[in-house]
Structure formats: C-alpha cells, structure tokens
C-alpha cells in the first residue's frame, strides 16, 4: 500500500451554522465538513469532522440542524453560542471513496472533541494520508 497527498481546498470561509445559511452556502454533493467555533484570540477550533458519504453536505447539515444525527444543533450550541461549518470546497479525489480518507486526516490533524474515537474515517486504500492544503 502507498501513502496518498491530497490536496485540498477548503470553503472561502466558515459560515455561520443557522438554518437560513444553508441553502445558499452548503454544497449539494458529496463531500466532508467541519463545525468550528472560535476561541477568544479568533483562531478555529474544530469541534467536529464529517462526512457526507452517500448523500450531500447539504443534507447532511440539515440533520445535524434538525437534531436527526449526532452531533445535534442543540449539541454544538451547549458548547458556543456561535457556531460555524465550513467544508472542502475541492479536492483531487479519484474516487468518492477518498473523502473517507480526507475526512480521517482531518479528525488526525484537529483531534475534534465530538467526534467518537471509533469508527475512524479510512477507505482502507492508502498506508497513510496527509492534506497539503492549496489556494
């Protein structure tokens, strides 16, 4: 097995995580996301790495919003009152598998506090995955 670099980019920024937000910022396909919230010097903390795999990142926000998955709009708003979600706007995935890939190096790098220890996102294709992130 390889070691696999992606390069990714991430949305232009982070978006509040309302539910009028949504449908004019959260893409309609596939694709892996992240709530953030920011500490008192304005710098990210991602709370929480998902995957949208069947199905959109659209879609799969509107659940978290409508407390259907885990974690829930009240979850994420017993922690900050500010909420926010951002997403990999792209990526050179050769397949959708790979976003499982994508999405297990970034709960590695963030370390989020919601997200369960177990199962880890890996399409179980690569030895090893690192992001290089791109303008």
Known sequence: M?????KIVMSER???FKPDALPSH????PGVYEFVMFDANVQPIVLFVGLALP??????????????IRPSADDLFRISKDIYFDY???????SPEDL?????????KHKPRLNPAEPKFSSGQY???QLQEVE
């Open 55 to 68: 199905g959109t990142v659209y879609d799969a926000l509107a659940a978290h919003m409508m407390g259907n």
């Open 14 to 16: 982070c978006f509040r």
């Open 127 to 129: 030895a090893g995955v």
């Open 26 to 29: 959260a893409p309609r396909q």
């Open 100 to 108: 499982k890939d994508i999405a297990g190096a970034l709960v590695a």
């Open 2 to 6: 390889e070691q696999r670099t992606f």
């Open 88 to 94: 990999v706007a792209s990526a050179d995935v050769s």
